[in-house]
């Protein structure tokens, strides 16, 4: 967990930094900043998804995700969650939400999170997370001044999700083949080319709605390699 615990770290220490420089940047700036931040976050969710290697199973994975994510309406529930959390403790602005959810998706969704975990929970190596934590910090600092407070309190889901993954790896991380870990990636490029769009504000996507895919594309891939489907 230590990889995690830094890279809450940076997070935080980005976070109030963009703060801080928010009432010193003139809005132009902070905009041109966020646009830069969008494009990359792009560019990643498009080498990410190349990735992929069956068409078949990431589509159903998106698909049916959608659906139970849709059904449930899982980024009105995250949305509800986070605002509690800003009105409990008297802080942030209107956009506190919005920074919450988007700093979690851009911290979570790509591959080093899933390489990293599983290279500190199978092998001990915290080298990925460490890196990570640093590009964290410098993305944090980008988001914050346009987006404030929430972004630091992106680092509760990163705790469970990222220190989750690790955990899970340091006890069952044999059961993931490196099949999955692929498809796992490729799907989290999806979700940030969706990501990307929010943040360049071509289009309002409901990301939070398509995670379950996520953990569909692990169990659609493991019935692959148990059937030996040629798909």
């Known amino acids: 967990m230590f990889g995690t615990l830094v890279n809450i770290g940076t997070i935080l220490i980005g976070t109030l930094i963009g703060v801080l420089l928010k009432s ?16 990359f976050t792009l560019a990643l969710g498009i080498m990410m998804s190349l990735k992929m290697s069956s068409f078949l199973i990431i589509v159903f994975s998106l698909v049916i995700g959608a659906i139970i994510g849709e059904g449930v309406d899982l980024e009105r529930m995250v949305e509800s969650g986070s605002e509690k959390l800003k009105n409990k403790l008297k802080i942030g602005g ?11 998706l851009l911290f979570c969704m790509g591959s080093m999170t899933i390489l990293g975990a599983f290279d500190e929970g199978m092998k001990g ?8 934590s640093v590009m964290d ?3 944090a600092i980008a988001l914050s001044s346009a987006l404030g407070y929430g972004v ?9 999700y ?8 340091t006890y069952l991380g044999k059961f993931f083949s490196e099949i999955m870990i ?9 979700l940030l080319i969706g990501l990307g769009f929010n943040i360049l504000e071509i289009k309002k996507m409901k990301i939070f709605n398509i995670l379950p895919a996520l953990l569909l594309v692990v169990f659609f891939t493991w019935l692959k390699g148990y059937f030996g489907w040629k798909i």
């Not at 309190?153 to 705790?159: A, E, G, R």
């Open 152 to 160: 630091g309190f992106s680092v509760i889901p990163l705790l469970i």
């Open 94 to 104: 209107e956009k506190f939400s919005e920074g919450m959810l988007t700093a979690f």
């Open 24 to 39: 010193k940047l003139p809005e132009k700036l902070i905009k041109t900043v966020f646009q830069a931040t969008g494009l």
């Open 162 to 169: 990222q220190g989750g993954l690790t955990l899970f790896a």
């Open 182 to 190: 692929t498809e796992l990636t490729a799907v989290g490029g999806i």
């Open 137 to 139: 910090g410098f993305a």
């Open 125 to 132: 190596d915290t080298t990925l997370l460490i890196t990570k």
